[in-house]
């Protein structure tokens, strides 16, 4: 007994380091975040909004929601982005609202990936009746128009920053799921697995342990699309009366803005900030995963080698396959 | 044809979830789901106000099996109620109304930025490095990252409002005898261009990105170089054989995609006041008309499984390996 426990442990925890730890491969993908220019220029554009929610009370210190003063007044030295119809700092409106708005977009992202990656592994590792029923529901979820569901949740659901994460979660995941039961699918046909099969690991930890962390790259690139999608989606809602318009959100602030009319009188400043902040954001989070996938994807990195090659020996790109002569 | 068959089946199964959706949805409301439907005016509320409202969501103290019988009894006899908005039009006319015009802004935005998104991405690809490959695949993601009401927004102030040059909302001029005459579909046009330019401005750099990507490796493909070598046209080349075959994940892309347009063709049609499905949900939630919410949402539901399926059978036309498997 003792001498079989001698022998297994240190062969276990050999085993074990490289597997059982997220650690490298989450490093990996940071690496590779930071290793293209696009997905670097993208992280730091997403951080100064990320910050701005932060430190917002000594960013823009204040009550964003307080009437300061005239409404629709122009951009001036007292209000650097002028006021709302309503009579708000738009500038603080501005900065309170990454705050929420990025939550809510972090948030549900975050709910999403966790859904999608219990489902879309599960379904992909199993066959038969399990992947059946569960690539059903992945199906039926991406099927179902998502925004006339999330109009209907939240005309019966009670707003508040909560219900629209859970909401956005639920019309959102099945997306990433579909992606992730994919790889799965061909994860599993690979001989660590079968390896881990063989030797009598239970299922769950060979799903989470073995094979999640080889798809990290597609799980973060997942994880940002999803981020996408909330801030995007709980904007539109936000705009359209269907969130709680007691809180400070871009989404809020522009319904705010069109509740008084403001692009009729010509007030673009109450629009511009939170509109500008939403698109700057998901161009930011989209850069990061063309960077992401510029360098992880074999294909467009070898096309990138071959583009720079034929740049240097000065031929014009062409569809046959170059010959690139030899500089003696 | 099994695989037709299999996919029907698949989207009968969805329609069954979306109806149940529908039916569950007001009675998970905590309490009396009439009584916190009407909500804010219940003091003023009358013991009938209540029944009628029970009535048309189909509530009742009958066991929830009996109400649920009822409910698709109702559905199956397009019986969905009153508007509440718009009585006492059934919601049944409401909804076919705004059906037309949705389904006019809807087909003509996603055919252009089909066509446009997927010639840019053939052409770009094709002259990889060149003008149409660097400059517009960026461009296009910056303005696809803009919320597709904000975008709506900015085409309302600058056209609409600043230049004054385009109508700002509704989907015709009123004053205009309507019917098959000239004036009056210029002026369905003239109302289109705005929210459609939108829409083709969102759903373009999508399809571009799609196709290029996918063109990328067709276009190392053995069958095009030897098409190449033969001494083929260009233009042959690149459409007859390169594209032909690049299309086919883009037409599976294109059910998928439906959702997306459809999410912010809802937005484009609010900000627009254009009268679709899209602004009548909004509006119909804004004034808690429950009975045109709910079948506003099977409709739109019913139309996508629909659409879905027609690009299921497109596409067994068009890719022969999926009629065999």
Do not use: C
């Not at chain 1, 597997?19 to 997905?39: D, E, H, I």
């Amino acid at each position: 007994m003792n001498e079989n426990d001698k022998k297994e442990q240190p062969e276990k925890s050999a085993e074990s380091k490289p597997r059982f730890s997220l650690k490298a491969p989450l490093a990996g993908a940071l690496g590779t975040l930071l290793g293209s220019s696009k997905a670097r220029v993208g992280f730091v554009i997403v951080m100064i909004f990320v910050l701005a929610g932060v430190f917002a009370s000594s960013i823009a210190p204040g009550d964003p929601k307080k009437y300061v003063g005239k409404p629709n007044q122009p951009p001036s030295a007292q209000f650097i982005l002028g006021t709302n119809p309503q009579g708000k700092d738009v500038f603080r409106q501005f900065v309170w609202g990454s705050r929420l708005s990025l939550l809510i977009g972090f948030g549900s992202a975050a709910l999403m990936t966790i859904i999608a990656t219990v489902v879309g592994m599960m379904a992909g590792f199993y066959r038969g009746i399990v992947d059946d029923v569960l690539n059903f529901i992945m199906n039926l979820f991406l099927v179902i128009p998502g925004l006339p569901l999330l109009v209907l949740l939240s005309a019966y659901l009670k707003p508040g920053t909560t219900t629209i994460i859970f909401a956005l979660a639920i019309t959102g995941w099945a997306f990433n799921g579909r992606i992730i039961r994919a790889q799965t699918m061909s994860l599993r046909e690979k001989d660590f697995v079968a390896a881990a099969v063989v030797s009598g690991e239970p299922a769950l930890k060979i799903i989470f342990i073995h094979i999640l962390p080889n798809m990290v790259n597609i799980l973060v690139g997942g994880f940002i699309g999803a981020v996408i999608y909330g801030i995007m989606s709980s904007t539109g809602l936000a705009f359209l009366g269907l969130a709680s318009t007691a809180d400070v959100t871009w989404g809020t602030n522009l319904f705010w803005a069109q509740n008084g009319g403001a692009l009729m009188i010509g007030a673009w400043w109450a629009f511009m900030p939170s509109g500008m902040a939403v698109a700057i954001v998901a161009f930011g989070l989209a850069l990061i995963n063309y960077g992401m996938d510029e360098i992880t994807n074999p294909r467009l990195t070898a096309e990138r080698n071959v583009n720079s090659v034929l740049k240097k020996a000065r031929i014009p790109r062409m569809r046959a396959t170059p010959v690139v002569p030899h500089e003696h | 044809m099994r695989f037709i068959l299999r996919r029907l089946g698949f989207y009968l199964a969805a329609l069954a979830v979306a109806v149940t959706i529908n039916f569950f949805l007001p009675r998970l409301l905590p309490g009396d789901p009439a009584a916190v439907i009407l909500g804010t005016q219940a003091s003023k509320l009358t013991a009938e106000n209540l029944k009628a409202v029970r009535e048309a969501l189909g509530l009742s103290d009958a066991p929830l099996i009996q109400q649920y019988v009822t409910y698709l009894n109702h559905l199956f006899q397009g019986n969905f109620g009153l508007s509440y908005t718009y009585f006492p039009a059934p919601v049944t006319k409401v909804i076919a109304n705004g059906f037309i015009w949705t389904l006019l802004l809807g087909s003509v935005s996603l055919i252009l930025s089909f066509v446009l998104g997927n010639l840019i991405g053939i052409i770009g690809s094709w002259r990889r490095g060149g003008v149409i490959d660097s400059v517009l695949p960026p461009l296009l993601i910056f303005i696809g990252s803009f919320p597709a009401f904000f975008l709506a927004l900015g085409m309302l102030y600058t056209f609409g409002v600043k230049l004054d040059v385009l109508p700002i909302s509704h989907a015709y001029n009123n004053r205009l005898p309507q019917g098959f005459n000239l004036p009056f579909i210029l002026s369905i046009i003239e109302h289109m261009i705005l929210p459609a330019t939108t829409s083709v401005l969102l759903g373009i750099g999508g399809w571009a990105l799609g196709m290029r990507n996918v063109m990328v490796s067709v276009l190392a493909d053995d069958y095009v170089t030897m098409a190449e070598a033969k001494g083929l046209k260009q233009a042959r080349v690149m459409f007859r054989y390169a594209a032909r075959n690049a299309l086919l994940p883009g037409v599976t892309g294109f059910g998928i995609a439906l959702g997306a347009v459809l999410s912010g063709q809802i937005l484009i049609e609010t900000v627009f006041s254009y009268p679709g499905l899209g602004f009548l949900l909004i509006n119909s939630v804004n004034g808690r008309d429950y009975p045109l919410m709910q079948g506003l949402f099977m409709m739109i539901t019913v139309g996508i499984l629909a659409a879905n399926f027609f690009i299921d059978i497109l596409y067994t036309w068009l890719d022969p390996r999926v009629r065999a498997g």
